[in-house]
């Protein structure tokens, strides 16, 4: 699947987790504009996103992708420390966990 097709596509989502490698790496172009997968679902309607910025092992991803969905009732802020902090705690490298970034924003609503 390209950023186009995903662009095109009638895909509507409030979070996108993309756990393949380098997922949030977009194309500069000459007006400094970046074109990615992110920029195709945040155009689609997405309001935040979980990338990658570097190659990362497939068991660190595994273990970090449960731990992050266990706890993403707790929300997306929450769950990605959680991952965080479990793939420490397993001894994974910095290279592991520190290649997922949590990008967007959650809107809030204001009490009456």
């Known amino acids: 699947m390209t950023a186009e097709d995903i662009f095109w596509s009638p895909l509507r989502a409030d979070l996108v987790v993309l756990s393949a490698c380098e997922t ?48 993403l009732h707790l929300g997306s802020g929450t769950a990605i420390n959680k991952a965080v902090q479990a793939s420490k705690r397993a001894g994974h490298p910095p290279s592991v966990y520190a290649a997922f970034v949590l990008n967007g924003y959650t809107p809030y609503s204001v009490a009456p």
């Open 24 to 71: 949030g790496i977009g194309k500069v172009l000459e007006d400094n504009d970046i074109v990615g997968l992110l920029r195709s679902f945040y155009m689609n309607g997405a309001s935040q996103a979980v990338n990658t910025l570097w190659p990362v092992s497939d068991q660190g991803v595994q273990q970090f992708m449960t731990v992050f969905h266990e706890h």
